[in-house]
């Protein structure tokens, strides 16, 4: 190895400015110092899914989104555990599965810095329900590419990653799982970087540069140019996105002086949730802001329908989705195992000050002490999800 290594990763690095200060990319003031914030989370990001958790020899679990590295769209109820694997090898993960809504393991081939999906493929996806968990909540779960007893989750050629996602639905009582993976018949202790390995692993993170980052801005162009304050779901049992779940697919634009009215007729499933995101697919501050609701935190009005509120300044409405100052930005939703067809959403763009004539006199209403209480109750759930 030599300098041009650390060359080319510097190219990399200096070309990222082309996600802030490209045509059409938005240039506010705010716009502008969250691009610059995004390019370092990108960077993180990327440390994490390429070089620090891309050993398949000696792996180790680690976050590759969290609340302070939002990227790819992310989902503000799930907590991401990820590290490198190798489809011909055999690995053992033990620990506790904690008391998350709903715990999803996925081993997939292909890798995010390509920045293809037509790359990225399923080749086992194992949901908490199918897996054999003791009473106190342990867990121990074999990946090989020949069948064990058990827990046993099927490796094979081409696999490159095992992705695990918890789904917190009581954000403030559910705990994360505490999990470790080890390669059995690995040398211990770890030996040095190999030079070779460790190119490798650069030539992976400049990719993740120069092409995977790019991904996803194209998606979030994409979604905003769909027709304002719009959402259409989807089932996405195709790609490397969490098998059985639809997916929200929308919008949101609504100025200082509006609110947007969100209508939607909840199915029964294990569950589902509202997000605002930023133009670089952020989810916006969601531990110190209500910019999500889920099916615990949001209110379903007695006649069945659930209404949601952006608006930029609180509507004294339960179910208010906060856009942390943004008038545009991407609006996700998500629907886990839903037990039958999943309803479109309908939106109405009103007068802020009009709010109160428009919703039904019986939906739930909140006092602003009752908001600080329930904010204050949001940032600390996060900070112990993330360990803070």
């Known amino acids: 190895m030599d300098g041009r290594i650390w060359q080319a990763f510097t ?49 180790e679990f680690g ?14 109820d799930c907590l991401y555990l990820y590290t490198a694997v190798r489809g011909d090898a055999t690995y053992r993960i033990w620990g506790n599965r904690g008391s998350a809504n709903h ?25 908490g329900d199918d897996l054999e968990v003791g009473p106190g909540g342990e867990l121990e779960m074999v990946l090989s590419p020949t069948e064990r007893e058990g827990n046993w989750l099927r490796n094979a050629e081409g696999a490159e990653f095992i992705l695990i996602r918890q789904y917190f639905d009581d954000w403030s009582a ?15 202790p770890t030996p040095p970087p190999a030079p070779a390995d460790l190119a490798q692993r650069y030539d992976r993170l400049i990719e993740w540069l120069d092409t995977g980052v790019d991904y996803w801005e194209e998606w979030s162009r994409n979604w905003l140019a769909l027709a304002p304050n719009s959402m259409t779901f989807v089932v996405d049992d195709v790609s490397v996105g969490l098998r059985g779940q639809a997916y929200g697919l929308g919008n949101f634009y609504c ?43 949001s209110t379903v009005d007695p006649d069945g329908k659930l209404r949601m509120v952006i608006a930029h300044q ?6 208010w989705l906060d856009p942390v100052g943004h008038t545009k930005g991407s609006l996700a939703g998500r ?50 999800r993330y360990r803070r």
Not at 106 to 111: C, I, L, P
Not at 314 to 319: E, K, L, S, T
Request: hydrophobic fraction near 40%.
């Open 11 to 59: 190219g990399a690095v200096g070309r990222l400015d082309r996600l802030v200060l490209g045509d059409g990319v938005p240039d506010a003031p705010q716009d502008r110092a969250e691009g610059f914030r995004y390019l370092l989370r990108a960077l993180a990001a990327g440390f994490i899914l390429c070089v620090e958790h891309g050993d398949a020899e000696h792996p």
């Open 63 to 76: 976050r590759m989104v969290d609340h302070r590295m939002a990227w790819g769209l992310d989902c503000p």
């Open 103 to 127: 715990f999803d393991v996925q081993v997939n081939a292909g890798h995010f810095a390509s920045g293809n999906i037509q790359d990225w493929t399923v080749i086992t996806n194992v949901s």
């Open 174 to 188: 559910e705990r994360p799982a505490d999990l470790v993976i080890e390669r059995l018949d690995a040398d211990y």
């Open 255 to 297: 100025e200082p002086d509006e609110a947007v009215l969100l209508t939607w007729e909840p199915v029964v499933c294990r569950h589902f949730s509202f997000s605002l995101a930023n133009w670089y697919w952020e989810s916006l501050d969601f531990a110190t802001h209500q910019s999500s609701l889920n099916r615990n935190q």
């Open 314 to 319: 609180d509507p004294g409405h339960a179910n």
């Open 335 to 384: 629907v886990l195992l839903p037990e039958g067809p999943v309803a479109q959403p309908a939106s109405q763009v009103i007068p802020l000050e009009e709010l109160g004539e428009i919703l039904p006199p019986d939906t739930a209403r909140i006092s602003p002490e009752e908001r600080t209480t329930v904010l204050a109750a949001r940032r600390r759930a996060v900070w112990h």
